[in-house]
Nanobody
Framework: QVQLVESGGGSVQPGGSLRLSCAAS????????MAWFRQSPGKEREGVAA????????FYADSVKGRFSVSREAAKNTMYLQMNALKPEDTALYYC?????????????????WGQGTQVTVSE
C-alpha cells in the first residue's frame, strides 16, 4: 500500500525558512518522480517542485525558483523541500505526491499517491 507521510510544516515570519519532509514506502520512492504541491483556500492545487528520485534532476515553479530547493535521501526513502525567504503568499497546505504516471510533473492528475498535507503559514 502506498503511504506518504509529510512533516515539518509550521508558522514562520516573512523571510524565514522551513524544511518539509515526505517519507515514502520503498516502492513509491523508487517509482521515478515525486513532487510537492500546495493549495490555499479558494485556489487550485499547484505544483511547486518535483524531483527525479533516481537521477536527482529537479524542477521548480517560477514562483519559488531561487527560494525553494527539493532534494531526496534514498537511504530513508524521503523527499525534502527546503523553503527559504518565505513570503505570505507561500501560505498553504503542502502535499507530497508520488507514483507519477505521465502528463506533466505539475499536473495534479499525473500522480495517484498523495500525503495528508502539512500546513505552512507565513505571517508577521
Amino acid at each position: 500500500q502506498v503511504q506518504l507521510v509529510e512533516s515539518g510544516g509550521g508558522s514562520v515570519q516573512p523571510g524565514g525558512s522551513l524544511r518539509l519532509s515526505c517519507a515514502a514506502s520503498a516502492y513509491t520512492y523508487s517509482n521515478n518522480y515525486m513532487a510537492w504541491f500546495r493549495q490555499s483556500p479558494g485556489k487550485e492545487r499547484e505544483g511547486v517542485a518535483a524531483i527525479d528520485t533516481e537521477r536527482g534532476f529537479t524542477f521548480y515553479a517560477d514562483s519559488v525558483k531561487g527560494r525553494f530547493s527539493v532534494s531526496r535521501e534514498a537511504a530513508k526513502n524521503t523527499m525534502y523541500l527546503q523553503m527559504n525567504a518565505l513570503k505570505p503568499e507561500d501560505t498553504a497546505l503542502y502535499y507530497c505526491a508520488a507514483n507519477y504516471k505521465g502528463g506533466g510533473l505539475f499536473n495534479v492528475a499525473a500522480y495517484n499517491a498523495w500525503g495528508q498535507g502539512t500546513q505552512v503559514t507565513v505571517s508577521e
